[in-house]
Each structure stands twice: as structure tokens, then as C-alpha cells.
């Protein structure tokens, strides 16, 4: 499939419309006559389930909202095996998860939509999807790949979400939104045993304490696994996983209109990093290689290494196994991380509701690797880091004007603390090489600052036309400072410095939506988002990255249409994008006059970028569902500023021409023995490159994953035991890579390989 411009995405996006228009206005087989019938609240065994989300901050059915979306209730969540937000990419178009880069570890989340993301976690590089929990922005992606726990649905919203979420949202937002304590006494436990000894036990308990006042509700989970990989040279597991969660939820109803969320969770991680393998080694473009380390330093470890005299460091220490290395350096993946939020949501009256989320978070990570992964010391990193947050958002939304009008408003307030100690070893420093200095201690501060005021307004032209105004007004601060100094030597080459700046952004969004039939909406929308500013995070020198970059900025154009045919039997929800990407934050390299090699964070340039996005879930016979995704997305570079490393036939990174998505499941009603569902799942991806400039080696050709499962529940539905595999067929894929040239190595991560387990749920 290739697609050559805009007008023909148009083209065929409005054709599927009429198409939908035409086939939703005709009645569903069997009926008796063309007249709308009335959707239900919940779903039959013959219809589709329908989802309420908070995609435009406030409660709206998922048919109803005028954006791109993917909602997969808890049920969804659960049949299809998800346990992190890293699998979502195989259930939604045009979205890449993946752990980026190696010293951000292993729980890092990388996201990206529709090209547009960040897979570098150092500050003060921001993220370019927004991660929310109940509604509370994670400013860092420490942690992101945490499993799940007690979760009611997630959303994620594609395409810049910069008027109700504010700034790096730019490539759109992943909403997950937890299960909240009701008056009903209940839980549940849960234990899963799978490949690499994995073993995960998960319970809640949901408790009223005061009747109709207050209830309460305890979560917990545990995972341990046995790593994918090893440390060759001395044993130590790689990928392994270790870690401990737990969530505590008060909801207080002390009148009618007032409700109070109380949330706090904590969790703990003590794990060995993800197995990062030698593709192949290659001339260090700084020299390292050939110039000092072979010629000088390997003789003098091989020794000690205990490797034969003459070796050398080069491709024999290219692994057979993809999950396996030679490093020696220590390890760790450490992770303390929590919060607590409080939700106050005062209905004023009918037309007005009012409500205030305050919230903190902050966390500790320690990640300590080998990246030269040989038996030599030529480099390791060691990274502690510790951030906090605070925020504090007022909302007010309503109706007027005899419901014609939906209007949201508010004000936000965010501070980030942030300090990061990073410790990178290059050859080691106990020998006295003259004249080579290049190991460092890095000590870094981040101080940030954002307002904002946002509002929208959804106005009913007509009983079945609204049009869609929304602004949002942002005022970010940031004060970074660094300091950089030499093991070998003490000396200080980078000396202290601060560097702070204020940007100011106007994301508006236009758009306007009409129900052409009950089960058919046509849309077309406007949007704006940016992603935060800043200074290099790892400069080589001190005139290097004094010159901030510039907030990444996108303007959006949207159509789509949302459509239900046959009784809710089958939804089609289709959408076309057209999208101006500036500022891109890439690194560029250039030499100063004294001959110093400056790599630096600039914005390196422009992408134009289109694509197509369809979903169709259908219920053709009672007690099945099929469930079919789609993405096309394209991308060239219009302007490409002097000496960036990117060039014009440069693809965006994680971002595939095609994403498919397919699953279909099927229950069998065993009488007084409960019953049995099938499922089955693939997810394709064309090709996809690793980096900014498409290094070959680490790019991804167009690969299939393919997972089953097969769910046995007793008649009350107390009691399930689930079978699983996934990756049936063991592809072998990068799910992320590093080029590491300056230092000699090209790096791959491998994807999770063939795995298989059982897991046992009681309901009480």
C-alpha cells in the first residue's frame, strides 16, 4: 500500500464515511424497520461493548468523542494478556513502546504515536506522549513499563492533546485510569506461573466502612522472573525482574454532590538491566578503539580477563544468544517510586461541576551497566537519579443554554525537582594514559515550572451539528544546571553552570462533529501541541548546549468518522491525519576551532507527516468477537537545519509505514462446567529504523507476533484458570538499539521471545 499525498488520504477516509453513512442508515438484518434502536447501557452477547472515557476530561461515551482513540476496558485488557503498557503497541495503530535508551533501564517507557516521542529519559529532554494516572501527568519515564495493577481501562489518544492536557503531549496521551472503591464488598486474587520461572500474585479488596460514606480499596502485586539473558563472563542474569507494588484507595461521599478520591501508591524494583548484545563492533569515530584501547590497554587486561594473549576487543564478542553479552561491569535497575493524589468533585448543581486534583510523585532510580558488554573495561555508567513533582489542577464544567453548550474550564500548576549523578567510566581510569581524559562525573539539577489556563466549549449548532473551540495558555520555566568532572584527573572541564529560560504556548484546538445518522458521527478537527525546551543533557564540552533548543511544536489536522452498523453488531471508527512537525529535537555534531567534537541537542529540522488510522470491532455471531486495527503513516523532513546528523530521505524513528493489528475470540457455553473462550492475536509492523539517522543494523524488518490463550470460568464466574503463549512462533525482533560508533559498537535489545504460562483468578 503507498499512498502518495494528502488529497488521496482524503479521498479515501471520506469515501469509508459515506460508505458508513450509507451502511448505517440501512437496517440491521432482521429488522422490521429502518428506525434507530435505542443503545443500551451495557453490552449484549450479540453487541459491542460500549466504553466511557475521559478523553476530553469529562465523561463521554468513546462513539461520542470527536478524537482518535483506543479504549480497552479492563475485560479487553485482561483477555488479550496485558500486563504493562509495553503491549499496547501490538492492539493500537500507530503507536511504538519500547524501553529507548540502555541507561534509562529497563522499566522506562518510550512512547511514541504517530512518529512523534522521545526514547531519551535524561533530563531535561521531555517526553512526547503524555503518561496520566487518574488524571495526574508523570513528568518522567522512569517506571513507565511497571505492570499493571487494578486498572479500569485505558485510554490513549492520539494526535496533540495540548489544549485539555497541556505541554508534552504533542504526540498524543496514554490515559490509564484505576479502579475506584465502591460500596460493594469484594476482590480478588490472582497467581500466574510462566516461562523463565515467572511468577506474579495479584490481589484487591474492595471494603465499605461507613455505608454510603466511605469505602476502601487495597491492591497489590508481585513479579519475579528468571532473566532472558547473561553476563557470560561472570554469571550475572540479565532481563531478570523483581518487584513489589501496592495501592491504597479512599473514596468519601460525605453528601450527595461531593466526592472525595484519596489515592497513594508505592513501588519497589531491585532488578539487573535489560540484555543489551553486540551486533557488531565497528572504528570508533573518536579513536578509542584503534588508536588507544587495542593497541595499548587490551595487552595489559587480557591477563586479568583471562583472555589469550593478542586479543583484542571486536566481533569475538558477537553472542549466539540474543539476550547474552561479556560484560563485567555491576548491575543494577533499581527503582523506588510513589505517590498520592487527592480528587475533590463538588457538584454544584446540575449545570455546574467543580473539581480539584492534587497530586505528588517522586521516585529513585539507580542504573549501573556495561555498554562495551566484552570482558574489558573500556566503558560503563552508573546513574542515580531523583525527582518530585507537584501539580494542582482546577476544573469547572457544565452545560447551558439548555444543554446546547458543554463547556470546560481551568487553571494548572506544575513544579519538577530533579537531580541526576551519573557516573560514565571510559578505559579505566587506575591507568596513566597521558593526554586522554575522557571518563566523567556528570551532576546535573532540574528545576521546572509550569502554568497554565485552558478551556473548551462544545456548542449544538443543531441537534446533530457541535462545534468545538478550546484554548490553552502555557507558561514554562526551566533552570538546569550541570557540572562535569574528569575521573582520571579531578579536573573540572565543565565547570558549574546554570542555564534557565521561559517559554510561553497558545495550543488552541477547532473542531466541529455531526451525527449524521444516530450511529454514524462525521468529524474534522484542528489541534496544537509542544513539547518542553532545554539544554543538552551530555555535553563534551562547556560551550557546548548553552544555546537551548526550542520547544517542539505540531499543528494537526484531523478527519475521521465514528460508526456503528447492525444493533451495535459492528463499530468502524476511521480516521485521516495531516500533521507539521518543527523544531524536532536531534542531536547535531561540529568541531570548534581547537578541534573539539561537539555533540548537542538542537532543533535539527521539520516533517510533514500523514497517515490513516481504522478500527473495527464486530460481534458476527453470539459469544464471539473479532477486533481488526490499522496504520499507515508517512513522513519526509521539508527543512533540515546545517550539520544536524539526519538528512532528507531520513524516516522518523519507531514509526512503521503499516501497523496491523488482528484478534477474534470465541466462548463456548459448557452448561453446568462454566465455559471455554478461545483467543487468538497477531500484530504486524513494516519495517521500522531504532534511531534519528536509520542506522542500518538496528532497524527492524517488517516482523509478525502472534499470541493465544484459551480461558476456562466456572459457572459463577468465581473461579478462572487462563493458558497462554505468547510469541508463538519465537520471532527474533529488535525492540530497541543503540549506535554506539563513537565508542566502537553497534547495540541491539531484543524482543521478549516464546513464552508460555498459566494463571489462576478467584473472584470473591
Not at 560 to 584: C, E, H, M, P
Request: glycine share 10%; with cysteine.
Amino acid at each position: 500500500m503507498r499512498i502518495q499525498n494528502w488529497t488521496s488520504i482524503g479521498a479515501i477516509v471520506s469515501a469509508l464515511c459515506a460508505s458508513s453513512v450509507a451502511m448505517a442508515a440501512q437496517p440491521a438484518p432482521g429488522d422490521a424497520s429502518s428506525e434507530a434502536v435505542p443503545q443500551q447501557a451495557t453490552r449484549s452477547d450479540n453487541q459491542v461493548e460500549e466504553i466511557v472515557v475521559t478523553a476530553q476530561r469529562r465523561e463521554t461515551n468513546l462513539q461520542d468523542t470527536p478524537i482518535a482513540i483506543t479504549a480497552l476496558s479492563s475485560a479487553a485488557l485482561d483477555a488479550r494478556g496485558v500486563k504493562n503498557i509495553g503491549n499496547l503497541e501490538n492492539f493500537v495503530p500507530n503507536l511504538q513502546i519500547n524501553q529507548g535508551r540502555p541507561d534509562g533501564g529497563g522499566s522506562t517507557a518510550a512512547i511514541t504515536i504517530r512518529g512523534v516521542g522521545q526514547n531519551d529519559a535524561q533530563f531535561p529532554n521531555d517526553p512526547g506522549v503524555g503518561l496520566y494516572v487518574d488524571g495526574v501527568y508523570s513528568a518522567r519515564s522512569y517506571g513507565g513499563l511497571i505492570g499493571l495493577l487494578d486498572i479500569e481501562r485505558i485510554e490513549v489518544l492520539r494526535g496533540p492533546q495540548g489544549t485539555l492536557f497541556g505541554r508534552n503531549t504533542i504526540g498524543g496521551a496514554v490515559n490509564i485510569v484505576t479502579t475506584p472503591p465502591s460500596q460493594d464488598f469484594g476482590g480478588h486474587v490472582s497467581l500466574l506461573y510462566g516461562s523463565y520461572n515467572r511468577f506474579e500474585a495479584k490481589a484487591s479488596i474492595n471494603a465499605p466502612l461507613i455505608e454510603d460514606k466511605l469505602a476502601l480499596r487495597v491492591s497489590a502485586g508481585f513479579t519475579r522472573a528468571d532473566g532472558l539473558g547473561e553476563q557470560l563472563t561472570t554469571g550475572r542474569s540479565l532481563s531478570n525482574e523483581n518487584r513489589k507494588s501496592i495501592r491504597l484507595a479512599l473514596r468519601a461521599t460525605p453528601s450527595d454532590d461531593v466526592t472525595i478520591d484519596l489515592v497513594a501508591d508505592y513501588t519497589r524494583q531491585r532488578q539487573n538491566p535489560a540484555s543489551g548484545t553486540i551486533i557488531t563492533t565497528v572504528p570508533s569515530t573518536t579513536g578509542l578503539i584503534e588508536g588507544l584501547f587495542n593497541p595499548v590497554i587490551a595487552g595489559i587486561e587480557n591477563p586479568a580477563a583471562g583472555l589469550p594473549a593478542g586479543s583484542r576487543f571486536d566481533n569475538r564478542f558477537v553472542t549466539r544468544g540474543r539476550y547474552d553479552n561479556f560484560g563485567t561491569a555491576p548491575l543494577a535497575d533499581n527503582l523506588n517510586a510513589g505517590g498520592a493524589a487527592l480528587t475533590v468533585t463538588w457538584k454544584a448543581s446540575d449545570a455546574l461541576t467543580i473539581k480539584s486534583i492534587t497530586a505528588g510523585r517522586a521516585y529513585k532510580a539507580h542504573i549501573a551497566l556495561d555498554q562495551d558488554y566484552s570482558p574489558y573495561s573500556i566503558i560503563s555508567t552508573d546513574d542515580r537519579q531523583h525527582q518530585e513533582q507537584y501539580s494542582q489542577e482546577l476544573q469547572a464544567f457544565g452545560t447551558a443554554i439548555d444543554g446546547k453548550l458543554h463547556y470546560l474550564a481551568g487553571l494548572y500548576y506544575f513544579k519538577e525537582i530533579a537531580r541526576d549523578y551519573n557516573r560514565v567510566a571510559i578505559v579505566p581510569n587506575t591507568l596513566p594514559v597521558a593526554g586522554f581524559e575522557i571518563a566523567q562525573i556528570g551532576d546535573l539539577g532540574l528545576n521546572a515550572t509550569n502554568y497554565a489556563a485552558f478551556g473548551q466549549i462544545d456548542y449544538d449548532l443543531l441537534d446533530n451539528l457541535t462545534v468545538t473551540v478550546g484554548v490553552r495558555q502555557n507558561h514554562e520555566e526551566k533552570r538546569f544546571t550541570r557540572q562535569f568532572t574528569h575521573l582520571q584527573g579531578g579536573d573540572v572541564f565543565i565547570p558549574y553552570q546554570v542555564l534557565q529560560k521561559g517559554w510561553n504556548s497558545f495550543t488552541p484546538r477547532l473542531g466541529v462533529n455531526w451525527k449524521a445518522t444516530p450511529d454514524v458521527m462525521l468529524y474534522a478537527n484542528y489541534a496544537a501541541g509542544f513539547k518542553g525546551g532545554g539544554w543538552t543533557p551530555r555535553p563534551t564540552s562547556a560551550a557546548s548546549g548553552v544555546k537551548p533548543f526550542e520547544p517542539e511544536k505540531i499543528k494537526t489536522f484531523e478527519i475521521g468518522a465514528k460508526t456503528q452498523w447492525f444493533d451495535r453488531r459492528l463499530t468502524f471508527n476511521v480516521a485521516g491525519f495531516y500533521s507539521r512537525y518543527k523544531n524536532i529535537q536531534f542531536p547535531v555534531a561540529y568541531g570548534l576551532p581547537d578541534g573539539t567534537l561537539v555533540i548537542e541537542t538542537q532543533n535539527a529540522g521539520e516533517s510533514e507527516i500523514k497517515g490513516i488510522e481504522a478500527e473495527l470491532v464486530a460481534r458476527p455471531i453470539p459469544n464471539s468477537s473479532i477486533q481488526i486495527g490499522y496504520g499507515y503513516f508517512h513522513n519526509k523532513y521539508v527543512s533540515i537545519v546545517p550539520g544536524a546528523s539526519i538528512t532528507a530521505s531520513d524516516r522518523l524513528p519507531d514509526a512503521p509505514t503499516h501497523t496491523l493489528n488482528l484478534g477474534a475470540d470465541y466462548r463456548f457455553d459448557l452448561g453446568q462446567a462454566g465455559n471455554l473462550t478461545m483467543r487468538a492475536d497477531a500484530a504486524y509492523r513494516s519495517r521500522v529504523f531504532k534511531d534519528a539517522v536509520n542506522t542500518p543494523l538496528i532497524s527492524q524488518p517488517g516482523f509478525w507476533l502472534v499470541s493465544g490463550r484459551v480461558t476456562w470460568t466456572s459457572p459463577s464466574d468465581t473461579f478462572s484458570v487462563q493458558v497462554y503463549g505468547n510469541n508463538l512462533f519465537d520471532k527474533k525482533y529488535l525492540a530497541s538499539g543503540f549506535d554506539a560508533s563513537s565508542l566502537g559498537l553497534i547495540v541491539g535489545y531484543y524482543g521478549r521471545p516464546r513464552e508460555f504460562g498459566v494463571q489462576g483468578t478467584y473472584k470473591f
